[in-house]
């Protein structure tokens, strides 16, 4: 058992509006919050290094082990152990600010929603904004930013250059558009953690090859809000391949192995289509019953072949409702090859 304070206010390292930033042989024993923060950021790796407590310590970071907001270029993560933190080994995503006021015809107020995010700015002038309807997450478009006056640390007035569109109104959303980082998640090692192993909602490439996972919830997540957390999502290219997933979802931190969500109201859930294009392949999971490999919901566009999937004693076997696959309000989605059942 482990107590914990209700904040997260100290992160290791934050990296503010930066470029070209490389951690190499760096070593996190500890944090209270984050590990490492990169925020408008324009590439950063992270390689060959640990977040790992020290001594006889059960916990390293009080929160992610590292976490990427509205981040351009590329975000490398090679050869890392990521251990014993209380949250996700990453989170890459962008930000979504509700509309709270509409002005005029151009102009808006915003407010970040969430309290980890007040004091954020991510608005410039020339910025491009998608305009989002915010229950179905559905973009209705997109509009440059022709100035921007900052009204408190959760209130942002923007002007657009165009009108708006007629549909806009309080209670949608507007998240940056920008060159979205190219992601590389290569051979790191994932385990002891509180949370899931990584979420992943960048719309720019991904790649998560060669990589360890055993995670009380989902190894891997893919989501994106505009209720809650307020975090940009949708990935649209994402390859997985030849890692291991080794007994996850064994606590309560997601319904699946590879879980794909979004935060979209029922009344949509027929036409909003969320996360696109992604290839699960060559993966070996282990898993202790017949539960829950892959949880799709909204998306448009999932492969899932040739990966062996293997029965071990790691954990007790639980009642299963739905076995392995369960595929809800998505599109073109293919499962295939995928016949080395072994020791079921």
Known sequence: MTFAPARRDYVGFTVTSSQDVIFDNVTIHHAGGMGILGENCHNVTIQNSAVTPSGNRYISTTADATHFVNCTGEINLVNNLFENQKDDATNIHGIYAMVDALIDDKTIEVRVQHPHQYG?????????????????MITYGLNKVA??????????????????????KVGDSVAEIRDYPDVLIKGNTIR???????????????????????????????????????????????????????????????????????????????????????????????????????????????????????KTNAYPERKIEKEFFNVQYSDNVVIEDNNQFIGF
């Open 147 to 168: 100035g921007v006056e900052q009204i408190s640390k959760e209130i942002t007035r923007v002007v657009f250059e165009k009108v708006l569109d007629q549909r806009f």
């Open 120 to 136: 954020y700015q991510f608005i410039d002038k020339g910025d491009t904004l998608e305009l989002v309807q915010g229950p179905s």
């Open 192 to 310: 002891r953690n509180r949370a899931r192993g990584m979420l992943l909602n960048c719309r720019g490439k991904t790649i998560v090859e060669d990589n360890y996972f055993h995670s009380p919830g989902a190894a891997i997540l893919f989501e994106g809000d505009a209720n809650f957390w307020f975090e940009q999502g949708g990935v649209s290219d994402v390859v997985i391949r030849n890692n291991t997933f080794d007994n996850s979802v064994f606590g309560v931190w997601g319904n699946s192995v590879l879980d794909v969500a979004a935060g979209i109201s029922k009344e949509y859930q027929d036409t909003a289509r969320y996360n696109k294009n992604i290839l699960v392949e060559g993966n070996t999971f282990n898993v202790y019953d017949k539960g829950l490999i892959l949880d799709l919901f909204s998306v448009d566009g999932l492969i899932f072949r040739k990966n062996k999937i293997v």
